[in-house]
């Protein structure tokens, strides 16, 4: 029987989450540029190939292929085999490649899908607000059917999300309003901290909001402070 979380590469960030990414599940990380949410990105997908799996990886940012390097170090030409890049260029496109990955998430070979990610669910939704409802529609069922490609696959989806702004609660949120926010099951907030950067649990359906840890960008990934 499998285990019903997922490894992200890092212990503190397995233990914020209470043991990892949740199967059949959506966890959201969101928090502004150079946060950290790419590289805690590319750490799950590593972590999950070393497991022996594949990764299905949504970038619609621009894949850091020098970044991918570093984290799976000296096995980076292997794992690139198993890492299933899809770089959409416009919304449409994004919903459309969401689509495709089914097809490799079918797959039942060697090495199986254990992990879809995508980095960043709202940068190309950004682009479309001049839309209005139109454009959050649309969003919001990119969203639905990753949560459903998560429970008919039975594997953990991670998303990274951007922030704004919300003056009607006065404080900082991810993009998406609340059909992003209720769609994910797990919510982790990146704070830039002087030199360091602060992960925040600000949603949970097990573990207390709040719980927090620092952490510093390295070479090979995080490393806890």
Do not use: W
Not at 155 to 177: A, H, K, W, Y
């Amino acid at each position: 029987m499998k285990p019903d979380r997922v490894g992200t590469g890092n212990q503190a960030l397995d233990d914020l989450l209470g043991g990892g990414l949740e199967r059949r599940t959506i966890t959201q990380i969101y928090g502004e540029p150079a946060s950290g949410k790419s590289t805690l990105c590319l750490m799950a997908a590593v972590a999950t190939i070393r497991s022996g799996n594949s990764v299905v990886y949504i970038d619609t940012e621009g894949f850091s292929v020098e970044r991918f390097t570093q984290i799976a170090g000296e096995n980076a030409g292997e794992f690139a085999n198993r890492l299933y890049l899809f770089e959409p260029i416009d919304f449409a496109q994004q919903g459309a490649m969401i689509a495709d990955a089914e097809g490799l998430l079918r797959k039942r070979d060697d090495a199986p899908v254990g992990l879809l990610v995508m980095d960043s669910a709202t940068a190309l939704y950004r682009t479309e607000l001049d839309l209005g409802r139109e454009a959050l529609r649309n969003l919001s069922h990119h969203m639905v059917k990753l949560l459903g490609l998560a429970k008919k696959y039975d594997i953990p989806v991670l998303i990274t999300n951007q922030i704004f702004m919300d003056v009607e609660r006065d404080r900082v949120s991810g993009l998406g309003g609340t059909a992003l926010e209720h769609i994910s099951k797990a919510i982790i907030r990146l704070e830039k901290r002087d030199s360091a950067r602060r992960a925040m649990l600000r949603k949970h359906r097990s573990r207390p909001e709040g719980l927090s840890f620092d952490f510093v960008l390295t070479e090979d990934g995080i490393r806890r402070v």
